[in-house]
T-cell receptor, first 111, second 116 residues
C-alpha cells in the first residue's frame, strides 16, 4: 500500500471548517483513500473513503486532486467532540487487505 | 445492525497467566483483523483472518500469541504467559467479503489488557 504524509497536528476553532491534508504521491490506480479517526481511548472510527471523485457523507467531505496524489478531509463545522487523531490511509480496493496506520494528524478543536 | 463487539472490555492478568480476547464481527462480515496499541503509541496490525483461515499474520509476535476465527463463534486472540509489555489496547475490526469493491473495515471499541 502507498505511504501517506500528514501534518503532525492542527488546531481549529469550534464552528469553523477543519481541513486536514494528506499526501499520497505514490498511490496506485486501484488504491482507495480512507479516512479514520481515533478519539482518545476509543476504537478507530471510519469517516469516509474515495477513489477519484469527491465524496460527501453526514460526517465529512473528501476532496481528491485530479492526479490523486493528495486529498483533503473537510469537517464543515468542527465541534469539540471532533478533537481526535485523524488517519489518512490508502488501501487496495476489491480485496479485504489490512489497513496500515501511520501517525496521523492530531486535531485540536478549541472554543 | 450491531457493530463489532469485543469482550472483555477490560482484563487484568498476572504475569504468566493467559489472556483471551473475543471479537464478534458485524453481521455479514467474514473477515476479522486484530490490532494492538501500546500506551501512547500508534495502531499496529497483528493478524488478518477469514473463517477457519489465517490470511496474514505478519504483525503477530512469533511466540505466545495466537489467533483463530472458527466456523462458528467469535474470533479469539490468545496471549499465553503474559508479560507486562503485553499491556495494551487490542482492537478487533471486521469487513465484508472480498467481492465488495472498496469494502470498509469497521472497528470495535477495544479490549484493554493490564498485566500486573
Amino acid at each position: 500500500d502507498a505511504k501517506t504524509t500528514q501534518p503532525t497536528s492542527m488546531d481549529c476553532a469550534e464552528g469553523r471548517a477543519a481541513n486536514l491534508p494528506c499526501n499520497h504521491s505514490t498511490i496506485s490506480g486501484n488504491e482507495y483513500v480512507y479516512w479514520y479517526r481515533q478519539i482518545h481511548s476509543q476504537g478507530p472510527q471510519y469517516i469516509i473513503h474515495g477513489l477519484k471523485n469527491n465524496e460527501t457523507n453526514e460526517m465529512a467531505s473528501l476532496i481528491i486532486t485530479e492526479d490523486r496524489k493528495s486529498s483533503t478531509l473537510i469537517l464543515p463545522h468542527a465541534t469539540l467532540r471532533d478533537t481526535a487523531v485523524y488517519y489518512c490511509i490508502v488501501r487496495v480496493s476489491g480485496t479485504a487487505s489490512k489497513l496500515t496506520f501511520g501517525t496521523g494528524t492530531r486535531l485540536q478543536v478549541t472554543l | 445492525n450491531a457493530g463489532v463487539m469485543q469482550n472483555p472490555r477490560h482484563l487484568v492478568r498476572r504475569r504468566g497467566q493467559e489472556a483471551r480476547l473475543r471479537c464478534s464481527p458485524m453481521k455479514g462480515h467474514s473477515h476479522v483483523y486484530w490490532y494492538r496499541q501500546l500506551p501512547e503509541e500508534g495502531l499496529k496490525f497483528m493478524v488478518y483472518l477469514q473463517k477457519e483461515n489465517i490470511i496474514d499474520e505478519s504483525g503477530m509476535p512469533k511466540e505466545r500469541f495466537s489467533a483463530e476465527f472458527p466456523k462458528e463463534g467469535p474470533s479469539i486472540l490468545r496471549i499465553q504467559q503474559v508479560v507486562r509489555g503485553d499491556s495494551a489496547a487490542y482492537f478487533c475490526a471486521s469487513s465484508p467479503p472480498d467481492r465488495e469493491v472498496g469494502n470498509t473495515i469497521y472497528f470495535g471499541e477495544g479490549s484493554w489488557l493490564t498485566v500486573v
